[in-house]
Antibody, heavy 122, light 107 residues
Framework: QVQLRESGPGLVKPSQTLSLTCSVS??????????WSWIRQHPGKGLEWIGY???????YYNPSLKSRVTISVDTSKNQFSLELTSLTAADTAVYYC??????????????WGQGTLVTVSS | DIQMTQSPSSLSASVGDRVTITCRSS??????LNWYQQKPGKAPKVLIY???SLQSGVPSRFSGSGSGTDFSLTISSLQPEDFATYYC?????????FGGGTKVEIK
C-alpha cells in the first residue's frame, strides 16, 4: 500500500522560507515510472502544481514559482522535500505531495498525501 | 500555460440522476486529460486518466470521454458518496494545470 505523508510547520512568517518533507512508504523514489510532486490548494480554491522531481534527480517547476522553489530527494530516507522562499500571505495554502504515475505516454496523480495547511502570517 | 475551463462551476442533483461535467482546454491536448474527485478536507482522488480510462477500484458509473479540446465526465447514476468537487487536469504539457472545479451538491 503506497502512502505519502507531509510534515513541516503549520505557521511561517512572511519573507521566510517554507520547508516541507514528504515521507513515502510502499514505493521507491528510485523507480523510473514515477515523478514525485508538490501541489498546493489555496483556501476554497483550485489546485496548483508546484513541481516535481524524478528518479535521476531532475526537476521541473511551475514557471510561476520557479524562482522561489527547490525540490530535492533523499533516497536513503525515501523522502522528498519542498523549499519555497520569500513567502507572502499569497502562499497560504494546503500543500500536498503526490505521486505522478507514467503509463506509456499517460501521466496522472495516483497517490496523494493527506495535505498540510501552511499559513503565512506574522 | 494551457487553461482548463470547467462547466458548470456547481450543480445540484438528486441521487440517481445522470450528471455530466465538461472541461475545455485552451489548446489541443489530445487525450491527455485526467479527472479527480475531492471531498471536503481530503486529498483529490483520481477517477479517470487518459480521458476515458477508469482507474482501478473506481465504480463503473464514472466515465470519461473527449479528445482535443473538449472533454466530459459522466456519472451515470449519482450516489450519495458522489457529492464532491470534481477537477480536470491536463498532462499534455508543463505546467500541468487543473480546471477550476465543479461542485456537485445535493438537490
Amino acid at each position: 500500500q503506497v502512502q505519502l505523508r507531509e510534515s513541516g510547520p503549520g505557521l511561517v512568517k512572511p519573507s521566510q522560507t517554507l520547508s516541507l518533507t514528504c515521507s513515502v512508504s510502499g514505493a521507491s523514489l528510485s523507480s523510473s515510472d514515477y515523478y514525485w510532486s508538490w501541489i498546493r490548494q489555496h483556501p476554497g480554491k483550485g489546485l496548483e502544481w508546484i513541481g516535481y522531481i524524478f528518479h535521476s534527480g531532475g526537476t521541473y517547476y511551475n514557471p510561476s514559482l520557479k524562482s522561489r522553489v527547490t525540490i530535492s530527494v533523499d533516497t536513503s530516507k525515501n523522502q522528498f522535500s519542498l523549499e519555497l522562499t520569500s513567502l507572502t500571505a499569497a502562499d497560504t495554502a494546503v500543500y500536498y505531495c503526490a505521486r505522478y504515475k507514467q503509463v506509456l505516454y499517460d501521466y496522472y496523480f495516483d497517490y496523494w498525501g493527506q495535505g498540510t495547511l501552511v499559513t503565512v502570517s506574522s | 500555460d494551457i487553461q482548463m475551463t470547467q462547466s458548470p462551476s456547481s450543480l445540484s442533483a438528486s441521487v440517481g440522476d445522470r450528471v455530466t461535467i465538461t472541461c475545455r482546454s485552451s489548446q489541443g491536448i489530445s487525450r491527455y486529460l485526467n479527472w479527480y474527485q475531492q471531498k471536503p478536507g481530503k486529498a483529490p482522488k483520481v477517477l479517470i486518466y487518459a480521458a476515458s480510462s477508469l482507474q482501478s477500484g473506481v465504480p463503473s458509473r464514472f466515465s470519461g470521454s473527449g479528445s482535443g479540446t473538449d472533454f466530459s465526465l459522466t456519472i451515470s447514476s449519482l450516489q450519495p458518496e458522489d457529492f464532491a468537487t470534481y477537477y480536470c487536469q491536463q498532462s499534455y504539457s508543463i505546467p500541468q494545470t487543473f480546471g477550476g472545479g465543479t461542485k456537485v451538491e445535493i438537490k
